[in-house]
T-cell receptor
Framework: AQSVTQPDIHITVSEGASLELRCNYS??????LFWYVQSPGQGLQLLLK??????LVQGIKGFEAEFKRSQSSFNLRKPSVHWSDAAEYFC???????????FGAGTQVVVTP | DGGITQSPKYLFRKEGQNVTLSCEQN?????MYWYRQDPGQGLRLIYY???????QKGDIAEGYSVSREKKESFPLTVTSAQKNPTAFYLC????????????FGDGTRLSIL
Protein backbone atom coordinates (compact mmCIF):
# COMPACT_ATOMS: atom_id res chain seq x y z
CA ALA A 1 0.00 0.00 0.00
CA GLN A 2 1.16 3.50 -0.71
CA SER A 3 1.99 5.85 2.17
CA VAL A 4 3.45 9.29 2.73
CA THR A 5 5.47 10.58 5.67
CA GLN A 6 6.16 14.21 6.46
CA PRO A 7 8.66 14.01 9.32
CA ASP A 8 8.35 17.63 10.40
CA ILE A 9 5.08 18.62 12.03
CA HIS A 10 6.09 22.25 12.53
CA ILE A 11 8.83 24.45 11.04
CA THR A 12 9.67 28.03 11.95
CA VAL A 13 11.66 30.07 9.44
CA SER A 14 12.70 33.71 9.23
CA GLU A 15 11.42 35.83 6.39
CA GLY A 16 13.97 35.81 3.59
CA ALA A 17 15.53 32.54 4.67
CA SER A 18 15.36 29.32 2.68
CA LEU A 19 12.79 26.62 3.37
CA GLU A 20 12.88 22.88 2.82
CA LEU A 21 9.99 20.57 3.66
CA ARG A 22 10.59 16.84 3.69
CA CYS A 23 8.38 14.17 2.18
CA ASN A 24 9.07 10.43 2.04
CA TYR A 25 6.82 8.02 0.21
CA SER A 26 6.34 4.30 0.00
CA UNK A 27 5.07 2.89 -3.26
CA UNK A 28 5.95 -0.15 -5.34
CA UNK A 29 6.08 1.51 -8.72
CA UNK A 30 6.93 5.01 -9.88
CA UNK A 31 4.50 7.24 -8.03
CA UNK A 32 2.80 10.43 -9.03
CA LEU A 33 3.70 13.04 -6.41
CA PHE A 34 2.08 16.32 -5.47
CA TRP A 35 2.59 19.19 -3.05
CA TYR A 36 -0.36 21.26 -1.84
CA VAL A 37 -0.61 24.34 0.38
CA GLN A 38 -3.48 25.19 2.73
CA SER A 39 -4.13 28.55 4.35
CA PRO A 40 -6.23 28.56 7.54
CA GLY A 41 -9.88 27.75 6.91
CA GLN A 42 -9.30 27.23 3.22
CA GLY A 43 -9.06 24.34 0.80
CA LEU A 44 -5.86 22.93 -0.66
CA GLN A 45 -4.08 24.61 -3.55
CA LEU A 46 -1.79 22.66 -5.85
CA LEU A 47 1.82 23.89 -5.78
CA LEU A 48 3.43 21.38 -8.12
CA LYS A 49 3.36 17.80 -9.35
CA UNK A 50 5.82 15.14 -10.50
CA UNK A 51 5.00 12.46 -13.03
CA UNK A 52 8.24 11.53 -14.80
CA UNK A 53 11.21 13.06 -16.56
CA UNK A 54 13.17 15.86 -14.92
CA UNK A 55 13.56 15.19 -11.23
CA LEU A 56 13.51 18.90 -10.37
CA VAL A 57 10.01 20.29 -10.71
CA GLN A 58 9.06 23.96 -10.70
CA GLY A 59 5.79 25.11 -9.23
CA ILE A 60 3.84 28.23 -8.41
CA LYS A 61 4.81 30.90 -5.86
CA GLY A 62 8.53 30.24 -6.37
CA PHE A 63 8.47 26.68 -5.02
CA GLU A 64 10.36 23.72 -6.45
CA ALA A 65 10.64 20.06 -5.50
CA GLU A 66 13.19 17.37 -6.20
CA PHE A 67 12.29 13.72 -6.74
CA LYS A 68 14.96 11.29 -5.49
CA ARG A 69 14.05 7.70 -6.26
CA SER A 70 16.99 6.25 -4.29
CA GLN A 71 15.78 8.02 -1.15
CA SER A 72 12.03 7.72 -1.85
CA SER A 73 11.80 11.44 -1.25
CA PHE A 74 10.11 14.44 -2.80
CA ASN A 75 11.25 17.46 -0.82
CA LEU A 76 9.80 20.93 -1.35
CA ARG A 77 12.06 23.99 -1.37
CA LYS A 78 11.89 27.75 -1.62
CA PRO A 79 15.04 29.90 -1.71
CA SER A 80 13.57 32.90 0.13
CA VAL A 81 10.31 32.75 2.06
CA HIS A 82 7.79 35.55 2.35
CA TRP A 83 5.42 36.12 5.26
CA SER A 84 2.59 34.99 2.98
CA ASP A 85 4.15 31.51 2.81
CA ALA A 86 2.98 30.81 6.35
CA ALA A 87 0.54 27.93 5.88
CA GLU A 88 0.25 24.16 6.12
CA TYR A 89 1.86 22.08 3.41
CA PHE A 90 0.80 18.60 2.36
CA CYS A 91 2.63 16.03 0.29
CA UNK A 92 0.49 13.46 -1.57
CA UNK A 93 1.12 10.33 -3.63
CA UNK A 94 -1.14 8.78 -6.23
CA UNK A 95 -0.80 5.42 -7.86
CA UNK A 96 -4.18 3.80 -8.18
CA UNK A 97 -5.79 3.88 -11.58
CA UNK A 98 -8.74 5.97 -10.47
CA UNK A 99 -6.71 8.69 -8.81
CA UNK A 100 -6.85 7.90 -5.12
CA UNK A 101 -4.42 10.06 -3.15
CA UNK A 102 -2.59 9.31 0.08
CA PHE A 103 -1.78 12.49 1.99
CA GLY A 104 0.92 13.11 4.54
CA ALA A 105 -0.02 14.55 7.93
CA GLY A 106 1.15 18.00 6.90
CA THR A 107 3.87 20.45 7.95
CA GLN A 108 2.87 23.75 9.55
CA VAL A 109 5.18 26.59 8.49
CA VAL A 110 5.50 29.71 10.61
CA VAL A 111 7.36 32.72 9.19
CA THR A 112 8.94 35.16 11.64
CA PRO A 113 9.95 38.74 10.84
CA ASP B 1 -14.39 30.61 -13.48
CA GLY B 2 -14.48 26.87 -13.00
CA GLY B 3 -14.19 25.49 -9.54
CA ILE B 4 -15.67 23.61 -6.62
CA THR B 5 -18.25 25.17 -4.33
CA GLN B 6 -18.87 23.82 -0.86
CA SER B 7 -21.71 25.02 1.31
CA PRO B 8 -22.32 25.99 3.97
CA LYS B 9 -18.95 27.20 5.25
CA TYR B 10 -20.01 26.58 8.87
CA LEU B 11 -22.53 24.01 10.06
CA PHE B 12 -23.79 23.01 13.47
CA ARG B 13 -25.33 19.67 14.34
CA LYS B 14 -27.54 18.76 17.24
CA GLU B 15 -27.44 15.35 18.87
CA GLY B 16 -29.29 12.72 16.84
CA GLN B 17 -29.50 14.93 13.77
CA ASN B 18 -28.38 14.19 10.23
CA VAL B 19 -26.79 17.04 8.30
CA THR B 20 -25.89 17.31 4.63
CA LEU B 21 -22.87 19.09 3.20
CA SER B 22 -23.10 20.31 -0.36
CA CYS B 23 -20.38 20.01 -3.02
CA GLU B 24 -20.83 21.27 -6.59
CA GLN B 25 -18.23 21.41 -9.36
CA ASN B 26 -18.29 22.95 -12.82
CA UNK B 27 -14.95 21.54 -13.97
CA UNK B 28 -16.57 18.67 -15.89
CA UNK B 29 -14.63 16.23 -13.72
CA UNK B 30 -15.69 12.61 -13.56
CA UNK B 31 -14.30 11.81 -10.10
CA MET B 32 -15.26 13.42 -6.82
CA TYR B 33 -14.02 12.84 -3.28
CA TRP B 34 -14.87 13.68 0.32
CA TYR B 35 -12.17 14.07 2.95
CA ARG B 36 -12.23 14.68 6.65
CA GLN B 37 -9.45 16.81 8.16
CA ASP B 38 -8.54 16.74 11.84
CA PRO B 39 -5.53 18.57 13.32
CA GLY B 40 -2.32 16.60 12.90
CA GLN B 41 -3.95 13.81 10.88
CA GLY B 42 -3.83 15.10 7.34
CA LEU B 43 -6.73 14.25 5.07
CA ARG B 44 -8.65 11.01 5.40
CA LEU B 45 -10.84 9.75 2.58
CA ILE B 46 -14.50 9.23 3.44
CA TYR B 47 -16.11 8.37 0.09
CA TYR B 48 -15.24 8.72 -3.57
CA UNK B 49 -17.10 8.48 -6.84
CA UNK B 50 -15.68 7.81 -10.27
CA UNK B 51 -18.90 8.16 -12.20
CA UNK B 52 -22.52 9.15 -11.81
CA UNK B 53 -24.64 6.70 -9.79
CA UNK B 54 -21.57 4.92 -8.46
CA UNK B 55 -19.48 5.50 -5.33
CA GLN B 56 -17.17 3.58 -3.01
CA LYS B 57 -16.25 3.74 0.64
CA GLY B 58 -12.95 5.27 1.60
CA ASP B 59 -10.96 4.70 4.77
CA ILE B 60 -13.46 6.18 7.26
CA ALA B 61 -16.94 5.77 5.75
CA GLU B 62 -18.77 4.68 8.91
CA GLY B 63 -21.42 7.20 9.92
CA TYR B 64 -21.44 8.92 6.54
CA SER B 65 -23.45 8.52 3.33
CA VAL B 66 -23.26 10.05 -0.14
CA SER B 67 -25.10 10.16 -3.45
CA ARG B 68 -24.00 10.94 -7.00
CA GLU B 69 -27.11 11.59 -9.05
CA LYS B 70 -25.49 14.27 -11.17
CA LYS B 71 -21.95 14.65 -12.47
CA GLU B 72 -21.68 18.09 -10.90
CA SER B 73 -22.89 17.22 -7.42
CA PHE B 74 -21.66 14.94 -4.63
CA PRO B 75 -23.42 15.71 -1.32
CA LEU B 76 -22.22 14.17 1.94
CA THR B 77 -24.59 13.34 4.78
CA VAL B 78 -23.17 13.08 8.28
CA THR B 79 -25.56 10.78 10.11
CA SER B 80 -26.30 10.51 13.79
CA ALA B 81 -24.24 7.30 13.76
CA GLN B 82 -21.08 9.40 13.40
CA LYS B 83 -20.28 9.99 17.05
CA ASN B 84 -17.42 12.41 16.55
CA PRO B 85 -18.41 14.56 13.59
CA THR B 86 -16.60 17.75 14.57
CA ALA B 87 -14.04 18.33 11.81
CA PHE B 88 -13.23 20.24 8.66
CA TYR B 89 -14.69 18.56 5.56
CA LEU B 90 -13.14 18.98 2.14
CA CYS B 91 -14.59 18.06 -1.22
CA UNK B 92 -12.37 17.51 -4.24
CA UNK B 93 -12.69 16.54 -7.88
CA UNK B 94 -10.40 15.30 -10.63
CA UNK B 95 -10.38 13.74 -14.06
CA UNK B 96 -10.11 10.44 -12.22
CA UNK B 97 -6.71 9.28 -13.40
CA UNK B 98 -3.72 8.78 -11.12
CA UNK B 99 -1.59 11.40 -12.88
CA UNK B 100 -4.21 14.12 -12.52
CA UNK B 101 -4.29 16.48 -9.54
CA UNK B 102 -7.31 16.84 -7.31
CA UNK B 103 -8.94 20.25 -7.07
CA PHE B 104 -10.40 21.29 -3.73
CA GLY B 105 -13.26 23.37 -2.45
CA ASP B 106 -12.88 25.76 0.49
CA GLY B 107 -14.32 23.31 3.00
CA THR B 108 -17.14 23.12 5.53
CA ARG B 109 -16.48 23.23 9.25
CA LEU B 110 -18.93 21.09 11.20
CA SER B 111 -19.39 21.51 14.92
CA ILE B 112 -21.63 19.93 17.54
CA LEU B 113 -24.11 22.07 19.47
Amino acid sequence: AQSVTQPDIHITVSEGASLELRCNYSYGATPYLFWYVQSPGQGLQLLLKYFSGDTLVQGIKGFEAEFKRSQSSFNLRKPSVHWSDAAEYFCAVSGDSWGKFQFGAGTQVVVTP
Amino acid sequence: DGGITQSPKYLFRKEGQNVTLSCEQNLNHDAMYWYRQDPGQGLRLIYYSQIVNDFQKGDIAEGYSVSREKKESFPLTVTSAQKNPTAFYLCASSLGRSNQPQHFGDGTRLSIL
